[in-house]
């Protein structure tokens, strides 16, 4: 197998979508990559608040609000399965000397630190004030099936970056694409397709 054939793996890493990139649903995104493999990929869009916030959520299913996330938006996560409710974390054990072993019924570690659980458990222990600190909530995700992923890479759509999870939790969301450009050494204008106007 050539090198240029070998398969490769996105996981725990940003796709940013190029300013070219006039797709309604993930223009100017940043999505984060939970899972990639030879299968397709996975991900979470991080800079797309939807017009929900958290607290309107939480009163949804019935459970209290942490007073520090009452303003916090929900993310479009993507738009597959937006009905349901995603929340990117960082990792939690139930057992220090079992790293392995995830708190909340359906959660998927992903390997560089973070972890994405989709059981209601995880909410409830956000609402009473445990769980996990830092969250990023959405509705939906963002997949691609075998070999789409990579044919959108070789269309010049995403450019891609290892992640930097403070660009998730602590950088203000209208922030996020350039922070993630600036993960390349880049700025948006750099990129344009049109022709430069002084």
């Known amino acids: 197998m050539s090198a240029d054939s070998a398969p490769i793996n996105l996981t725990n890493h ?6 070219g990139l006039q797709d309604e649903l993930f223009g100017q995104s940043v999505v984060y990559l939970c899972e990639h493999s030879q299968r397709g990929a996975l991900g979470l869009v991080i800079n797309k608040p939807c ?16 007073p520090d996330l ?28 079992k790293p392995s072993d995830p708190v909340y019924s359906s959660t998927m ?32 995700y963002s997949a691609w099936g075998e070999g ?9 759509s995403w450019l891609t970056v290892a992640a930097d999870i403070r660009v998730i939790f602590d950088t203000p969301v209208a922030q996020r694409y350039a922070q993630a450009l600036q993960l390349l ?4 204008w750099m990129l344009s397709g049109e022709a430069g106007h002084a």
């Open 148 to 156: 789409q992923l990579e044919s959108e890479l070789g269309e010049n």
């Open 109 to 140: 570690s992903i390997p560089g630190g973070l972890e994405m659980t989709t059981s209601k458990d995880v909410l409830e222990a956000i609402s009473t004030g445990g769980g996990p600190r830092k969250v990023l909530i959405s509705l939906g």
């Open 14 to 19: 940003f796709l940013i979508a190029m300013p």
């Open 185 to 188: 050494g880049l700025e948006a």
């Open 51 to 66: 017009d929900i916030s958290l607290k309107s959520l939480f009163d949804k299913v019935e459970l209290p609000t942490r």
């Open 70 to 97: 009452t303003q916090a938006p929900v993310f479009f996560g993507g738009p597959v399965q937006t009905e349901r409710g995603f929340v990117l974390h960082e990792a939690t054990f139930a057992d220090a000397d």
